[in-house]
């Protein structure tokens, strides 16, 4: 872990106007200032509503916010137009979501294939990485099965798989166990444990469960919009 952090937030706010009314302005965020570590895994904890997901586009690229910045890995993303900011989520961040997002009639290998495709790599790179993105979430005897062949756990370890296969530094899993039952959610945490310690990468995950500060280094607690503790770290 070097001392210069992966991700800062700066001041950010992000308000949706809802009508043309000024009124009916939604405040999403209200300023959150945030410094993200490399090589931790982190969790966003929040009631719905508090802003998690409206945090996890901004910071990777999906929204821009209404005012400050977010920096990546020393870049402001409001440096970036459209096309570099789609280049920068696809070669160096990973996404998770709650609902999985896997193609249903792609294999697992297939599912995995198909972000490095987006990367223009080699056949024989993409075998590669496959194989071992796989391996790493324990799925290689899967890599022939489709989603829907699978149980939730299974999927979402596939959807890690896939997050890992451009070798991202940050993974944002938004609600990654939502889906989940207790013991499951345990295996997944366990997983992102394994993969900053081994893998070298940094997690950022938004959550509702308890059970993650067993495994997080650092845990940000939104509420109404803002920052309001950080626990660890």
Known sequence: MTDTPLLRLENVVRTYQVSSQQASAVHALRG??????????????????????TLLNLISGLDRPTSGDV???????????????????????????QSFAL???????????????????????????TQRCLKVVGLAKWA?????????????????????????????????TGELDTTTTRQILG????????????????THDPIVDEYADVTYVLQDGQVVTKQGG
């Open 32 to 53: 959150v200032n945030l410094e993200l570590p490399r090589g931790v895994f982190a969790a966003l904890k929040g009631r719905s509503g508090s802003g998690k997901t």
């Open 71 to 97: 920096i990546f890995d020393g870049q402001a993303l409001s440096s970036l137009n459209d096309h570099q900011r789609t280049l920068l989520r696809r070669q160096r961040m990973g996404l998770i979501f």
């Open 103 to 129: 193609l249903p009639t792609y294999s697992a290998a297939e599912n995995v294939d198909f972000m490095l495709r987006l990367l223009q790599l080699s056949r024989s790179e993409r075998i590669g990485r």
């Open 144 to 176: 022939n099965h489709r989603p829907d062949e699978m149980s939730g756990g299974q999927q979402q370890r596939l959807a890690i798989a896939r997050a890992l296969a451009n070798r991202p530094l940050l993974i944002l899993a938004d609600e990654p």
């Open 191 to 206: 997983l992102f444990r394994h993969l900053v310690e081994r893998e070298n990468v940094t997690i950022l995950a938004t």
